[in-house]
């Protein structure tokens, strides 16, 4: 079994993330004398990132219903 810093340096992540995936259920640990700290399985993988990823949206040509050049308002 290996300690927070170990799984962590193992799977190449902060021991923050290594904490995040255990309260998710993606990896696996012991609990140790009844405290917060957990030894965790050697054998483990790193889980599938889960992140959202941010739409790039290509920038198209100007709606034709929508005049631009023509709009009301504005000072006279």
């Not at 902060?14 to 696996?28: N, Y």
């Not at 949206?57 to 219903?65: E, K, Y």
């Amino acid at each position: 079994m290996l300690t927070l810093d170990e799984i962590a340096d193992q799977l190449g992540v902060t021991p923050a993330t290594v904490k995040l995936w255990q309260r998710r259920g993606d990896i696996t640990g012991r609990r140790i004398d009844g405290r917060r700290e957990h030894l965790y399985h050697y054998d483990q993988t790193r889980p599938p990132d889960r992140r959202r990823r941010a739409r790039h949206h290509a920038t198209g040509p100007a709606r034709a219903d929508i005049n631009h050049a023509n709009s009301p308002g504005g000072a006279v």
